[in-house]
């Protein structure tokens, strides 16, 4: 065996090995599995974890997840609430619900509104230039979710559940629907540090590795340092592709000698490939300094907009599912010093979502793509340490945007404070349920086997809010 392993490796002498003989073992697992794995694949109308065709025509193609870590307000920005302002500092009935810490009386949200577009829709002085595409933004007044606490709450938005190590939603929605480039992960996340739970939160946990998303921090616009390990260590031309093939050959031969195939092994095979093929096509896709000047500007600067243009750079190249993160750990969490704080947040956002809304239009690709916005919860209308506000599960703002949803359109709605969701409540279930049918899916079908039961991202809740498809 030592000679495998020499540089003058013969790729071709492998294929003449001789296999240990198939035992009885082998040959009973090999058909119990082989049969198992057929039938698993025709019930669920799957190959290889790909839907044959989407249970039904799609509205979006792709999704990007504007991820504010931390829980924006939404009346500061797309729910106005004038009485906040009439009864600051009071505590009238509705204004009393639970919060995770002292809190004292209603605080006023000081920022003026106004109608924008043809529809007319509310948006606040904070957002001046995403207000300019107020048409195509479809906002959900009324979210809500069951945890006040920073690590379950971003679990049960980004995983479906408050358990961790189940898949994340851009896990599920590369599973059920693959990719458009083989050369490219089909779920990429852009996230400048660590928030809380960090990697579970995009995690494929059961499904195969390869749909795990793809890490990247891009606080340098450096695509070597974003992705370091895509260099070849080798540097020798062919090396590296000599080494893989070798690796990929002694996986499936170690397959076929335990009976048949393993997933979790072909998931690992996959993924090397692709990691592999990424080295020809990532560095270009990263590379933003391709883009024209106008675009660079009209993005802006810092790591949100840098998060922005590169989103759009993955979904035009066929990423499934791209999230953004605002920042290292969690800058939307203002348990002091509110005004002061949103208002330099609304300002890094504003432009970067504007740019990318408009980027996404010019190109066409806005009609297929699915733009959401949100965080993993709210935030209270009553203060804490005077000038703060603690974490509202009750209610809270999120919005999409393109991707099949009505445009100008303002869906449910919370209590006069902005407390808790009281018209078409609108769960973190039923926003995942509504994400899978704008990509053609249907939530209760997209299933996988594991520990004896099925798992779905919407557990076993969900309604599609079919209000706001277009």
Known sequence: MNRFLRDELDIDDLLFMDLPPI??????????????????????????????????????KRVIHLFMNGGPFGPDFFDPKPSLTKYAGQRPEGADLRTERPTGGLM????????????????SELLPMTAKHADDLCILRSCYTDNPNHGPALLLMNNGTMTPRVPSMGAWTSYGLGNENADLPGYVVLCPGKPVRFSILWNSAFLPAKHAGLYVNHS?????????????????????????????LLNREHAKVRGGTD???EGRIEAMETAYRMQFSAHDAFDVNQENAATREAYGEG????????????????????????????PWDTHSGHDKKTRALAKDIDRPIAALLEDLKQRGMLEDT????????????VSE??????????????????????????????????????????????????ILHLLGVDHERLTYEHAGRDYRLTDVHGVVAKDILA
């Open 370 to 381: 699915l733009v959401v916005w949100g965080g993993e919860f709210g935030r209270t209308p």
């Open 108 to 123: 006023e949200v000081s920022y003026k509104y106004a109608n924008h577009g043809q529809s007319g829709l509310s948006i």
């Open 303 to 330: 790591h949100f907009a840098n998060g922005c243009l590169l989103a759009r750079r993955m979904a035009e190249r066929g990423v499934r599912f791209t999230q953004v993160y605002y920042g290292n750990g969690q």
């Open 220 to 248: 340098n616009l450096d695509p070597n340092s974003m992705i370091p390990w895509l260099k070849d260590p080798a540097g020798k031309p062919g090396e590296q592709r000599k080494r893989l093939d070798l690796m990929q």
């Open 263 to 265: 997933p979790r092994l």
């Open 23 to 60: 035992t009885r073992r082998s040959a009973l697992a090999s058909i119990g599995g082989g049969l198992g794995s057929l039938g698993m694949i025709s019930a669920l109308g799957q190959n290889g974890g790909i839907l044959t065709k989407p249970h039904f025509a799609p509205r979006a």
């Open 385 to 434: 340490n005077a000038d703060g506000r603690d974490h509202n599960p009750h209610g809270f703002c999120m919005w999409m945007a393109g991707g099949g949803v009505k445009g100008g359109y303002a869906y449910g709605a919370s209590d006069e404070f902005g407390f808790k969701a009281v018209d078409k409540p609108m769960h973190v279930h039923d926003l995942h349920a509504t």
